[in-house]
């Protein structure tokens, strides 16, 4: 069974400080990985997916993740906060044997001045 | 651009009624998926289905059954709506072999 934990339900941090958000996964095969941002009264859209290749993942906004396999982790980060980047972010598992999307309970991430 | 369809916006029912949640796509997916999404609790995984007259329960199927007569639509049946059942379901749209997944705009309801 796969599964994902997101700790930290509600972060907050300054504008222009770091943006670190935590996920681990559970799988018993190799994962793809995701992170999909949800804006206030928006659906989801995805930030960025690990599938393999290289480690560390790029996406949109200046985000970024690392895929660790030794800690089964995954965690978001970006370097300067931007009060537009307020805003839930979710983290999800996907399996090949499962082909099913496993989402994390959600950070809500405020960004203060 | 892939579009994947909910029938409803926002809905209001009243306990007991029997709900139909629809969700149809617009192209040859296979997988199709059917969430709620609760503050504090994530989307969790209600039912999905890999084909037609497929179907297979998630991690939360009970008050639910589900319906895909037709490949491109997915129906979603709350038999006798609860107000435990009020959230937003969200339909989602994957193909097979495919690591993309595309979302319904989610239909919020309201069981009173």
């Known amino acids: 069974a796969q599964s994902v934990t997101q700790l930290g339900s509600h972060v907050s941090v300054s504008e222009g400080a770091l943006v670190l958000l935590r996920c681990n996964y559970s799988s018993s095969v190799p994962p793809y990985l995701f992170w999909y941002v949800q804006y206030p009264n928006q659906g989801l859209q995805l930030l960025l997916k690990?599938?393999?290749?290289?480690?560390l993942v790029k996406g949109i906004n200046g985000f970024e993740a690392e895929f660790k396999k030794s800690e089964t982790s995954f965690h978001l980060t970006k370097p300067s906060a931007h009060m537009s980047d307020a805003a839930e972010y979710f983290c999800?598992?996907?399996?090949?044997?499962?082909?099913?999307?496993?989402f994390g309970t959600g950070t809500r991430l405020q960004v203060t001045l | 651009d892939v579009k994947v369809t909910q029938s409803s916006r926002y809905l209001v029912k009243r306990t007991g009624e029997k709900v139909f949640l629809e969700c149809v796509q617009d192209m040859d997916h296979e997988n199709m998926f059917w969430y709620r999404q609760d503050p504090g609790l994530g989307l969790r995984l209600i039912y999905f289905?890999?084909?037609?007259?497929?179907?297979e329960k998630g991690d939360i199927p009970e008050g639910y059954s589900v319906s895909r007569e037709k490949k491109e639509r997915f129906s979603l049946i709350l038999e006798s709506a609860s107000t435990n059942q009020t959230s937003m379901y969200l339909c989602v749209l994957m193909k097979r072999d495919s690591t993309e997944a595309f979302f319904g705009q989610g239909t919020r309801l309201t069981v009173v």
């Open positions: 289905s890999y084909d037609v007259k497929m179907k």
């Open positions: 690990y599938t393999s290749a290289a480690t």
């Open positions: 999800a598992v996907l399996t090949g044997t499962a082909s099913k999307l496993t």
